[in-house]
């Protein structure tokens, strides 16, 4: 039985319109949060090996905003890229494209963890923004931080997975044992509930990839490139949205990010990690709210019933 959504009220109150748009000549899914005639439009990039659910708490904290939360290529409910590959600049291209097929102009382009890497791609190469808002940015390249170790284990997972014979190979690839591990290595929280919650997303939704290529080639972009590569041309006034327990980029990398922006601020949550978007939600519309100067929070959803914990 899936675990207690604790945004479950919040997100219900939210009017949401799903539609699915043909981009560089394949299929996306997209969900349109809020009222149309908002005054604001934001673009919401998950990041890797998630769909638009795992931002859904964000936008439940996000009333008088129009924000549009497609599912990334090969992942969700989207098809795969068509004769392009799944790294940044196919990435760049797609939601180049998306944000034209969509007619808008200059909406809000906000993107988190590997989001924040196509994010920046995108803007620095042309697209269109009026901000650019970076949750959990990847700050640092992958292979030389402080999980580079790590991080090149977990490439020759992905390759073994891709290599393997596509039943074996697929079985590794959605292994429960290794999502589980990612889950309880990002988790931050504390609240037993909120943990259970967390892992059931993961479980439910790390898996729901469209090719063992597209996955495999969506990790080897996510470690071999970074905003910091990026952040010198954007110009638009930029938000960072991190948090001090990220085990992915510190702080100290964080605040150099920052400094390579010529208009960026920093917003450091506290007692959270590299899943802002699923502990502290709250916290991160109001510095999206107060950076915007529209939109608002709404109040607190209600707790968990004791029976849901």
Same mark, same amino acid.
């Given at each position: ?111 988190? %963890? ?5 994010? %920046? ?81 993961? /479980? ?9 290529? %597209? ?58 990690? /590299? ?35």
């Amino acid at each position: 039985m899936p675990t207690a959504n604790p945004y479950a009220s919040l997100l219900d109150a939210v009017t949401v319109r799903e539609a699915t748009v043909t981009v560089l000549g394949t299929s996306t899914r997209y969900w349109d949060y809020g009222p149309e005639n908002a005054t604001t439009t934001i673009i919401a990039v998950h990041g890797y090996r998630g769909e638009h659910h795992g931002l859904d708490p964000v936008v439940a904290h996000l009333s008088g905003l129009r924000i549009i939360s497609p599912d990334l290529p090969g992942f969700g409910e989207s098809e795969p890229l068509v004769g392009r590959s799944h790294d940044i600049a196919g990435y760049t291209a797609w939601l180049s494209a998306f944000v034209a097929e969509l007619g808008l102009t200059s909406p809000v382009i906000l993107g988190h %963890s590997f989001g924040s890497i196509v994010v %920046s791609s995108a803007v620095a190469g042309g697209l269109e923004a009026s901000r650019v808002i970076l949750v959990n940015p990847i700050a640092a390249p992958a292979l030389s931080g402080p999980n580079g170790f790590l991080s090149r284990l977990t490439l020759l997972y992905y390759r073994a997975g891709r290599a393997l014979p596509e039943r074996l190979g697929a079985s590794l690839l959605s292994s429960w044992l290794v999502v589980r591990f990612m889950s309880v290595f990002l988790a931050q929280s504390k609240d037993p509930a909120m943990r259970r919650w967390i892992h059931d997303q993961h /479980h439910t939704y790390f898996s729901r990839y469209a090719t063992r290529n %597209s996955v495999v080639e969506g990790f080897e972009a996510s470690i071999t490139a970074d905003v910091s590569q990026f952040a010198a041309r954007i110009t638009q006034p930029t938000l960072l949205v991190g948090a001090d327990r990220d085990p992915i980029t510190t702080v100290a990398a964080q605040e150099r990010l920052r400094d390579l922006f010529p208009d960026a601020r920093l917003v450091i949550i506290p007692g959270v990690g /590299h899943l802002v978007h699923y502990e502290k939600p709250r916290e991160a519309a109001e510095a999206i709210v107060e950076f915007l100067g529209d939109g608002s929070v709404p109040g607190p959803a209600e707790p968990m019933a004791e029976g849901q914990r």
